[in-house]
């Protein structure tokens, strides 16, 4: 059984920087072969990719986020990070991780992903 716990989000003014972390439990030796994806979900809005990164730390991003934003996966601590800098109010709402276990690319699409966290709300206020 694979689970995910999100942490870091909170208040923040626009300009400003979040870090988000994601901390995998699954079984031993196995989170290095995992891709891990950002997703995140405005008010009255369809949850959308933020950013992934394959088993060999390939990345991807949406292109909203490019530049401001970056994916980090650290495999000696089963945790997966996204550190957001640059926040727009357009970047509120809440950022769920999740893993695709089959690893192999860094995929935007929702339904590659097999397990999900519970989320994390990032509030940036004007």
């Known amino acids: 059984q694979v689970q995910l716990v999100e942490s870091g989000g909170g208040l923040v003014q626009a300009g400003g920087s979040l870090r988000l972390s994601c901390a995998c439990t699954t079984a031993v030796n196995t989170f290095k072969y995992y891709a891990m994806g950002w997703f995140r979900q405005a008010p009255g809005k369809e949850r959308a990719f933020v950013a992934a990164i394959d088993w060999r730390g390939s990345t991807s991003y949406a292109d909203s986020v490019k530049g401001r934003f970056t994916i980090s996966k650290d495999n000696a601590k089963n945790t997966v990070s996204l550190q957001m800098n640059s926040l727009e109010p357009e970047d509120t709402g809440v950022y769920y991780c999740?893993?695709?276990?089959?690893?192999?690319?860094?995929?935007?699409?929702?339904?590659?992903?097999?397990?999900w966290g519970q989320g994390t709300q990032v509030t940036v206020s004007s």
């Open positions: 999740a893993v695709d276990a089959d690893g192999v690319a860094p995929t935007a699409d929702a339904h590659d992903y097999h397990y």
